[in-house]
Nanobody
Framework: QLHIVESGGGLVQPGGSLRLSCAAS????????IGWWRQASGKERERVAC????????HYFESAKGRFTISRDNAKNTVYLQMDNVQPEDTGVYSC?????????????????????WGKGTLVTVSS
């Protein structure tokens, strides 16, 4: 069975850090694009960051630039999102999604709601 699971969410104070994990099972992420999304209560889901695991290329969307870092552990078939200097507006459910990279199109182009595999999400709450 193929699926991905996020973990690492929780309550963090403003200015703090959190590392989210996106672990895949049943398939290798080697030729996939992994995207991190988030959705705040009452708002639309938005793109956060992505990585193409075939070559390690990555992209950060505006909300993540300068504060978040996406990385991977091939041995664990896991992608991480390191969140630093988090702010209350970072509160939301963070989800990761995967899609097979069938062309050399850059990873932001793969970040659509039609990505193949989705986790259930992990809640991040930034509050003092």
């Amino acid at each position: 069975q193929l699926h991905i699971v996020e973990s690492g969410g929780g309550l963090v104070q403003p200015g703090g850090s959190l590392r989210l994990s996106c672990a895949a099972s049943g398939f290798s992420l080697d030729n996939y694009v992994i995207g991190w999304w988030r959705q705040a209560s009452g708002k639309e889901r938005e793109r956060v960051a992505c990585m193409a695991l075939s070559d390690g290329s990555l992209h950060y969307f505006e909300s993540a630039k300068g504060r978040f870092t996406i990385s991977r552990d091939n041995a664990k078939n896991t992608v991480y999102l390191q969140m630093d200097n988090v702010q209350p507006e970072d509160t939301g459910v963070y989800s990761c999604a995967a899609v097979y990279q069938s062309s050399e199109m850059l990873c932001p182009m793969w970040m659509t709601p039609t990505m193949t595999y989705w986790g259930k999400g992990t809640l991040v709450t930034v509050s003092s």
